[in-house]
């Protein structure tokens, strides 16, 4: 049975888009002069054409940028959309026009092209005009576009991530250096002990990056995250509630205000 799609057809403006399991088509097929041409494979090289996906390339003319699979099985990213107005020619085609960035390349003033695994000033494409990239994935971490655009226009990610390190997995910002190299940051705050170092995330523990300083504490409170944004409270004195803590005998939960004690240890009031 055809399944109807919530919106109309904006070809020949007759018809409605209906769902025909492998194809969808448009419903205007009365009469041989009349009938519309739209007709749309499900699956369009080894990408499943969504009914949120259709709805934007009849919204919009084009959709998001999809990515394809060619016959020898490369890939490539491209849009579909929709040539309406030309009667004679396909009604689908390829878009290749890159996605951009809405803050420009900190080193030269460029857009920021967005592809299948990197943000790149538009001067790369240029001849390398301008050389400046960040991969999309860092450390096997997707780094979202917000904080990418956070990061070009005040040079560091608003947030920490938990990266994956040689031998233990640890917390940083991304920034952008003085040469516009991207590299780690992964100083959080202060360290409240010796007040020379800083306090890292590594592993399962926050502890101090200066070696002859031994102040260190769990990333956990009884089985609940410390955040960064707790730790840092916590080392600025700071009483900090930590909600929906599991009690010692498992028998229920309860919210907890957590200080930093006066032997550097997390305790509970």
């Known amino acids: 049975m055809n399944e109807q799609i919530q919106f109309p057809c904006t070809i020949c403006e007759k018809g409605n888009i209906i769902d025909l399991g492998q194809n969808y ?10 009938k519309c041409r739209f007709n749309l494979f499900k699956n369009f090289m080894g990408v499943e ?18 990515t394809l699979t060619k016959k020898d099985e490369t890939q490539f990213t491209a849009a579909l959309k929709l040539n309406k107005d030309e009667p004679n020619g396909k009604l689908i085609s390829l878009d290749f026009t890159p996605e ?22 538009q001067g790369y494409f240029e001849n390398k005009a301008c050389d400046f990239s960040i991969n999309r994935v860092i450390a096997s971490v997707e780094i979202p576009e917000t ?9 560091e990610t608003k947030e920490f991530y938990e990266f994956q390190g040689r031998k233990k997995d640890f917390l940083a910002k991304i920034i952008i250096g003085d040469e516009f ?14 007040e020379k170092g800083h306090i890292i995330g590594v592993g399962k523990v926050f502890m101090c990056n ?22 840092t409270e916590l080392m600025n004195g700071d009483i900090v509630t930590i909600k929906n803590i599991q009690k ?16 550097f240890s997390i305790v509970s009031l």
Do not use: Q, W
Request: with cysteine.
């Open 49 to 66: 054409i969504t009914p949120e996906i259709l709805k934007e390339l009849f919204e919009n003319g084009i959709t998001r940028k999809l």
């Open 181 to 194: 190299n991207s590299t780690f940051k992964t100083e959080i705050c202060k360290c409240p002990k010796c």
């Open 147 to 155: 904080d990418i655009e956070y990061l070009l226009a005040n040079k």
């Open 25 to 34: 088509i448009c419903d205007n097929i009365k009469s041989v002069d009349e």
């Open 248 to 263: 010692k005998d498992k028998s229920g939960m309860y919210n907890a205000n957590i200080k930093l004690a006066d032997d």
């Open 100 to 121: 951009t960035l809405s803050i420009p390349c900190p080193k030269c003033g460029r857009k920021i092209n967005i592809t299948d695994k990197h943000y790149s000033c």
């Open 210 to 231: 200066i070696n002859e300083c031994e102040f260190f504490t769990y990333r956990n409170y009884r089985f609940k995250d410390i955040s960064v944004k707790t730790l």
